[in-house]
């Protein structure tokens, strides 16, 4: 029965993109190039994929809009799974695509990136956030084909762990973190290296699973130890049930997330619990630079919602991507000619540009150099402390 | 101290547990049906709950509808996917109840939405945290145990002091001969049904105070620990599926206490085992030998 649905959902796929344009035709014709995109439409981390499948259809409409070079893609639904998403890599290659957009969680981008390096397929990801995305583990290089849009694990969790120590001139931490996902465990050992390096004890750390929904036994735990500040580093729906367990369990310390905390008070009824919080988060929506402000007003015309951190991360992705796209073809280079990748690749290394996010250069490990904003929980409302 | 703040928070886990337990153990009692849509009304449960007192009803008007809601349903399951099965096969009833709770699921996530909705606990409990003698107590928990006792009571009272009870009891024990002694045996499987899901509906509103975040597939997992409850208090016994329950809530609280927080899953699947090697019909099963 599996197989049926996924026959049918390929060939759906197949279907309303052959109306937009055939892939393989447009591959001779360097007006038109076609990239790929993996995301989760369905499944468990689906709320991430349509977020980021929104930010980057609107960057490519608007792109689009201007003339010139134009950009169609193909999309694969890979569900959040690594397995679906080399199934969905291969698919999109088959089908000639010159660059891929993806994936969206770590574990699947994890999955597809030393298949992406054979091929040296220009490659970017919008959120993955885990250190290895970008680098070859059995050599520590990096890939060199692919690159993110996001921040890693291991610099928020020492970001946090500085904040903990110079602005809250905390002595004690406790953490609660998810041990079944690489996002959570990263941040979890970063935070405590840094915060140990700093001089804070780490005085409670305790874990869930991915299907948790009761968290009262670990907060228990964290309140008979009274910290100074408490580091969560899981994903919104988690908070959503970790805030009020937290009153419950009479927690009033200061809370401490990351970028995961990104749209937690939609999922939350009464945000008292986590009043005061403070998380670092790659994107602030209220920001008065114009690129941002037209980025969401534009967005919200087209959606109906206030973009979150995923739909803008993956708005620049999709920018620096195809500005890398659009040098090689000004350069000469159409995606049937064997040097296309590399020019690709070589023009995203060298991206010097503004994006919503921030100002975007990329180290030598593709990841981009950007300042974190500081959002605070107050009054029930995410509000811009600062940078940091 | 600590010990005894985790202990309440382990009654009251086991508490929820326990009211769904109930639920899985009547209806295999009476059927022999593992009636595996048991946790999906619970998520239809809180869902009536969540829109119903997001529409500023009445707290009392809530758990009333929430409760209807939750029996009524069952009792349309019953009558239109169970009861034509009356006779069929036991396997054919198994992969029905199935597919119930994957038509409850789908449908909750074509009206509702994939992600989860907070749930306004705020509007009906205002969560307070007493002191009682360093022992941190909060209103929450203290509620959820005495309402699952209260339940506990009443059903206890129904299945013995009443004539409906006398039949159940009956029916459990030969649903042909009941039948011959002129038992309306229909009525009380639907009976069952609905009994079973008012403690789903009391318990959507119990999860819904700890857990304020409803999705969809709230009943799967929650559904899997309360039949794991049953099964360790012996399924289809009513005082089993209580003692299922706490000793499951308790289990998972205690390996917290003791900073073996990533194993709660595996040590209730553990003692799953134990049970099922050592005493299969469970800590208050009987042992019946099936007739061939």
Known sequence: MKKILKFLNVNFIILFFASCGSAENNQNNTNEVTIGILAPLTGSVAHFGVSVYEGLRLFIDEYNARGGLQISYVIFDEQGTPTEAVVGYNWLMDQNVAAILGSVTSGATLAVAPFANEDNMPMISATSTHRNVTINTATEEPWGNVFRASFIDPFQGEKMAEFAREIIGANTAAILFNSETDYSIGLRDAFSQRATELGITIVAEESFGNDTVDFLGQLTNIATTNPDVFFIPAYHQDIALIGPQSALAGINTVMLGADGWDGALSYIGDPSPIEGAFFLSGFYAQSTTPIVQDFVANYQLRFETVPNMFAAQAYDAAKILIYAIEQAVNDGYSPSNNNFRNAVIANMANTDIDAVTGHIVFDNYNNPQKTAFIIQIVNGEEVFWGNF | ?292
Not at chain 2, 16 to 37: D, H, K, P, T
Request: charged fraction near 10%.
């Open chain 2, 1 to 292: 101290m600590l010990f005894f703040s985790q202990l309440i928070n382990g009654l009251q886990l086991g508490s929820i547990y326990a009211l769904i337990a109930l639920g899985y153990s009547m209806v295999y009692g009476i059927i022999r049906l593992l009636n595996f849509a048991h946790g999906d009304i619970l998520m239809v449960g809180a869902y009536v709950a969540l829109f119903s007192l997001t529409a500023s009803f009445d707290p009392w008007l809530v758990i009333t509808l929430t409760i209807i809601t939750s029996t009524l349903l069952a009792i349309i399951i019953e009558k239109v996917t169970y009861t034509p099965l009356r006779n069929a096969p036991r396997l054919s009833v198994l992969i029905t109840a199935i597919g119930v709770s994957i038509l409850l699921q789908n449908l909750s996530q074509f009206f509702f939405g994939a992600s989860g909705r907070p749930f306004p606990v705020h509007l009906l409990l205002e969560p307070t945290v007493f002191n009682f003698f360093g022992i941190n107590i909060n209103n929450n928990s203290i509620i959820t145990i005495i309402v699952t006792i209260v339940s506990m009571i009443v059903l206890t009272f129904i299945v013995k002091r009443t004539r409906l009870g006398k039949a159940m009891r009956a029916v459990s024990q030969d649903l042909d001969a009941a039948r011959l002694m002129g038992v309306n045996v229909n009525n009380v499987v639907t009976f069952t049904f609905a009994v079973g899901a008012s403690l789903a509906g009391i318990g959507s509103i119990l999860y819904a105070l700890r857990f304020p975040l409803i999705s969809p597939n709230i009943g799967g997992i929650l559904g899997l620990k309360a039949f794991v409850a049953a099964i360790v208090g012996g399924i289809g016994s009513i005082p089993g599926a209580m003692i299922g329950g706490y000793t499951i809530g308790i289990l998972e609280v205690l390996v917290i206490t003791f900073g073996l927080s990533g194993w709660t899953d595996g040590v209730v699947f553990l003692l799953l085992i134990i049970v099922l090697m050592f005493k299969p019909t469970g800590i208050m099963g009987k042992n019946i030998a099936e007739k061939v």
